[in-house]
């Protein structure tokens, strides 16, 4: 773990925890135990043996565990919407060129954030419509998406139509490559022989390649 069992070891993690960062600590310790253990033992509880904190004060910044999982999701999404925005900042990217780069940036983060990613948008752990700061993460990401097409309409690279809608084709393409590759890849290397391995195997090796493809789907 990042974060030592006690904080014995972390002295900062307590010297945070009184200039209130407690909650990013407890987030990031969060992170690193659902990579290592699952879902199914995390408590808030566990977390504040793991940062070394009283079993209470977890319980200032997170009212249950459900809400903890919505601060992982809106932990993850503010990553997200920070490298989408970096993309989108390129002057020296074309339009198709910066969609290009944000569908790379999705699949690479559900990759390399797995744990954030499983709770963006999964329902059966969290009801999302409760948690008004995770919804409006989810919006901001979805708005750079909008923009990214409204620009290539603009150009005429883009078909006409609700842009919204355009958007949502886009998503779901991103969205079930990187499921697809995230859920497979540990087990993937050893049963390649198979079609649906080697479906996955291409999902993982030609990421731009299928970024490209998914994108076609809006282009006139």
């Not at 307590?14 to 699952?38: I, P, Q, S, T, W």
């Not at 690279?157 to 919204?164: L, N, P, Q």
Request: contains cysteine; glycine residues 6%.
């Amino acid at each position: 773990m990042v974060l030592s069992k006690t904080g014995q070891d972390n002295p900062t993690v307590r010297d945070n925890y009184h200039h209130g960062d407690l909650r990013k600590a407890l987030l990031v310790c969060a992170c690193e135990y659902l990579r290592e253990k699952g879902t199914d033992t995390l408590s808030l509880r566990a977390l504040a043996r793991e940062v070394g904190v009283s079993p209470r004060a977890p319980y200032r910044h997170f009212v249950s565990r459900n809400a903890l999982f919505a601060g992982i999701a809106s932990f993850g999404l503010e990553i997200l919407q920070e490298e989408l925005e970096a993309v989108e900042k390129k002057e020296s990217l074309e339009p198709k060129e910066i969609l290009v780069e944000m569908g790379l940036v999705y699949m690479r983060f559900a990759l390399a954030h797995p744990e954030k990613y499983k709770l963006i948008l999964n329902t059966s752990l969290l009801d999302s419509n409760e948690y008004t700061d995770l919804m409006a993460a989810r919006g901001r990401c979805f708005d750079i998406l909008v923009s990214a097409i409204i620009d290539g309409q603009r150009l005429g690279i883009y078909r006409e139509g609700e842009v919204e809608k355009l958007a949502a084709l886009i998503w779901s393409g991103f969205h079930g490559a990187a499921s697809l590759v995230q859920i497979a890849t540990p087990i993937v290397p050893e049963i390649y022989e198979s079609p649906a391995a080697s479906a996955i195997k291409y999902l993982a090796e030609e990421q731009k390649e299928v970024v490209i493809e998914v994108l076609k789907v809006i282009e006139k």
